[in-house]
């Protein structure tokens, strides 16, 4: 079972930051938080991770709330080409190896 | 640059028919994984692998096996398709357990008639 929850879609300005929300509030003290997108007839694509603090690349920011039962995604200056599907997943131990729930994701269109 | 190969982008086939779906990896990566994709359902994993000849039940793997005979290659076997089994099909793979960073294909829509 998914252990995220996202609104299903969200629309943003061209331009302007957007923000992601996910809760993820049964999140265990191991388990990481991950993001990826899926633009329309690709495959999904990494595009950061954290467990506790707040992270940043070339991509985006992930903003882990204190309790880390919620996080955000932002893109601080969206485009038309961050039009995709957004994924929230943990990322949970299965033995030795390292699995990723997936939950149903959220559509963000960017408009001009 | 980082790829992922599946052998088609779509496939129609019959039900009852046995389907080989092929994944290569030029990565050099340990992990290689399967997943369905279904729409309102996010991401599903039939079957992963973490090393040659090995592999581990995802949370769907009715109705599907795997092979792993060579590092860069993951092959799913649906020894029977269903209609149930009509889906996009997503490979991944990735470097290590611990780096659960995951390249993924372009995906196959797979039809079963």
């Known amino acids: 079972d998914a252990k995220t929850t996202q609104p299903p879609s969200m629309d943003c300005a061209e331009g302007r930051a957007a923000n992601l929300p996910c809760n993820h509030s049964t999140i265990s003290g191991n388990e990481y938080v991950y993001w990826y997108r899926q633009i329309h007839s690709q495959g999904p694509q990494y595009i950061i991770h954290g467990l506790k603090n707040n992270e940043t690349n070339e991509m985006a920011s992930l903003i882990i709330t204190e309790d880390r039962k919620s996080s955000t995604l932002i893109l601080p200056h969206a485009t038309l080409r961050d039009t995709a599907v957004y994924y929230c997943?943990?990322?949970?131990?299965?033995?030795?190896?390292?699995?990723?729930?997936w939950g149903a994701g959220t559509k963000l269109i960017i408009k001009p | 640059d980082v790829k992922v190969t599946q052998s088609s982008r779509y496939l129609v086939k019959r039900t009852g028919e046995k389907v080989f779906l092929e994944c290569v990896q030029d990565?050099?990566?340990?992990?290689m994984f399967w997943y369905r994709q279904d729409p309102g359902l996010g991401l599903r994993l039939i079957y992963f692998?973490?090393?040659?000849?090995?592999?581990e039940k995802g949370d769907i793997p009715e109705g599907y096996s795997v092979s792993r005979e060579k590092k860069e290659r993951f092959s799913l076997i649906l020894e029977s398709a269903s209609t149930n089994q009509t889906s996009m099909y997503l490979c991944a793979s990735s470097l290590t357990s611990g780096r659960a960073e995951q390249f993924f294909g372009p995906g196959t829509r797979l039809t079963v008639l």
């Open positions: 990565m050099d990566h340990e992990n």
């Open positions: 997943i943990v990322r949970v131990a299965m033995d030795s190896n390292y699995q990723l729930i």
């Open positions: 692998s973490y090393d040659v000849k090995m592999k």
